[in-house]
């Protein structure tokens, strides 16, 4: 893992630095948020990004999730352009 994290990010990563990050003992110590897209490709797993940006009230998504955020966001959007075309026609001179 250490290794694949190197490749990713380019950056000097050894297994004791991950063993430090991840050691119950060293509460002083944490995985760098900057490294979370590439543990999250090693993993297969966002979770931990997840927890990491939910107090912020924040949601990650994946990319297969990604187009029903989409479509949803779309879809209230043209709600919201309805009622005020609805809106603006009832204001209109019959």
Known sequence: ???ELAR???EDISIHTLN???APGKDDRC???E???ALAVITGDSGFVQVAVEAAGLLVL???????Y???KITAEDRARAA?????LERLPK
């Open 35 to 37: 490294y979370a897209g």
């Open 84 to 88: 005020t075309r609805k809106a603006i």
């Open 70 to 72: 989409e479509l949803g």
């Open 62 to 68: 994946t990319g297969e999730q990604s187009p029903y």
């Open 31 to 33: 995985v760098p948020l």
């Open 1 to 3: 893992m250490a290794d």
């Open 20 to 22: 430090n990050w991840v």
């Open 8 to 10: 990713l990010t380019g």
